[in-house]
């Protein structure tokens, strides 16, 4: 059961394509049968669109995780203890990104400014 100011986690395989938020187990109960529960007193941290999982080479080759956050690209270190968790999340739009062709008052103003040229 998760103590006050902790919430449960999961260790999951991110999907391609999907949006994630990470987050490092701080305890781990045991429950039996080779079972275990995950929980964190962190905040996750928004990382993106999942691309692709990446290996080292040799002796406890480190395994990462690379993200899409808008065009920045954001990685994960899997922990050696394994404590590295995901929640899947919607997507998030970069702030300055806008949907669709929204006309401002200003351009609007210079195009009607420039048919008057004539």
Excluded at 7 to 32: D, W
Excluded at 46 to 74: L, M, Q, S, T
Excluded at 83 to 89: H, I, L
Aim: net charge positive.
């Amino acid at each position: 059961m998760a103590q006050p100011g902790e919430i449960e986690v999961f260790r999951i395989s991110p999907e391609e394509g999907k949006c994630y938020e990470h987050i490092e187990a701080t305890r781990l109960q045991y429950i039996g049968a080779g079972k275990s529960r995950y929980f964190s007193s962190n905040q996750p941290r928004y990382v993106g669109k999942f691309i692709r999982k990446e290996r080292g080479y040799g002796d406890g080759g480190e395994v990462w995780a690379i993200f899409n956050d808008n065009g920045r690209e954001n990685r994960v270190d899997y922990s050696y203890e394994g404590n590295t968790c995901f929640t899947e999340v919607p997507c998030k739009l970069n702030k300055g990104a806008k949907g669709g062709s929204k006309k401002t008052r200003k351009s609007r103003k210079t195009k009607k400014s420039r048919k008057n040229r004539k």
